[in-house]
């Protein structure tokens, strides 16, 4: 989503409806953040208007302390590492002695701050999506005590908060690691890339909306329960390896309807009518919210039987 675009969307909300108050809780100037999180929140909510309201510039604990008084339906935090102390930023860097500790401490107040929040209020905390500015006394390559310790007070801190009710914790690790901006930064105080900034907003946004669970996962068994495929190489062709065996029992965990159609080439063959027995197919144990279905026919017939008891509709 471009800025232009985020802008009009916010801009679009319709007249008359209900409001989604938001607060965005960050220690630096929200700038386009808010711009781009408003945008992504109307169109993932197009019938409410959403509000986003921002807290205090440079102190995102005093921000969260007053929590208990915000009446809005949801918050978002983004913390960075210049949250946790000053010296951690490019703005205030220098003076590393006691940076851990003091990190350390600002969790832990951070942490009281967000047992106090409304139960009813949803949350979704986003943790540090920079990297730590090479002012540590280590080259580059190596990583400091000082950055491991950083990094364990951070992940204690999250598995903490991540079991406090209707809060969810951005998984970062989705997110590319080069969205720093360091003009921006020094010039305005924000300090993210536009393009960091959308797709940051857009995942915080979706965490916060959160649409209902899908009721199903429809899949080729082709080149995924095994190698190969049955209608061009026949049932007795296609094979197992290690890699692939150990990829379908992680899937396995996650699927609930498997279906296997052969029917896919138009210009026909040999193999045509050949599929898997199923007795072939019993050394995976499937969970009971398996099905599978071995099919000769189209594959929009084999959909359509499937989809309909179960009334699914396509995403």
């Known amino acids: 989503m471009k800025l232009s ?9 319709p007249a008359g409806a209900t409001s989604y108050p938001v607060l965005l809780a960050c220690g630096f100037s929200p700038l386009h953040l808010q711009t781009f999180l408003r945008g992504h929140m109307q169109r993932l909510l197009p019938q409410r208007t959403v509000e986003i309201s921002t807290g205090l510039y440079g102190s995102l604990a005093d921000t969260l302390e007053q929590l208990p008084a915000f009446s809005g339906e949801a918050a978002a935090v983004f913390i960075e590492w210049s949250d946790l102390d000053p010296r951690l930023g490019y703005r205030s860097l220098g003076g590393w002695g006691k940076g851990s500790l003091s990190a350390e401490t600002t969790l832990a107040r951070l942490a009281s701050a967000m047992q ?3 139960p009813a209020l949803r949350m979704v905390v986003s943790l540090p999506t920079l990297p730590l500015p090479p002012g540590f006394h280590t080259t580059g390559w190596q990583a400091s005590a000082a950055e491991l310790a950083l990094e364990s007070a951070l992940a204690e801190f999250a ?3 991540s079991l406090l009710p209707a809060l969810l914790v951005l ?3 989705r997110l590319p690691q080069d969205g ?4 921006s930064d020094l010039n305005t105080g924000f300090p993210y890339s536009i393009k960091h900034t959308d797709l940051l907003a857009e995942a915080v946004a979706g965490l916060l909306t959160l649409p209902p669970p899908k009721k199903g996962l429809i899949s080729d068994l082709d080149d995924t329960m095994w190698r190969g495929i ?8 296609v094979c197992w390896d290690l890699a692939g065996h150990a990829q379908m029992h992680g899937f396995i965990h996650v699927i609930v309807i498997m279906f296997y159609s052969v029917d896919a080439y138009e210009n026909g063959g040999e193999h045509k009518q050949q599929k ?3 007795d072939k197919l019993s050394r995976y144990r499937l969970a009971s919210s398996v099905r599978i279905i071995t099919s000769c026919r189209q594959k929009r017939h084999t959909h359509k039987s499937i989809k309909k008891p179960l009334k699914l509709q396509s995403a």
């Open 171 to 173: 998984n970062r690790q």
């Open 159 to 161: 598995s903490k908060i």
């Open 116 to 118: 106090l929040k409304p």
């Open 276 to 278: 898997p027995e199923p």
């Open 180 to 183: 720093y901006d360091f003009r």
């Open 230 to 237: 049955v209608g061009e190489e026949g049932a007795d062709s």
């Open 5 to 13: 675009e985020a802008l009009s969307i916010g801009q679009k909300a």
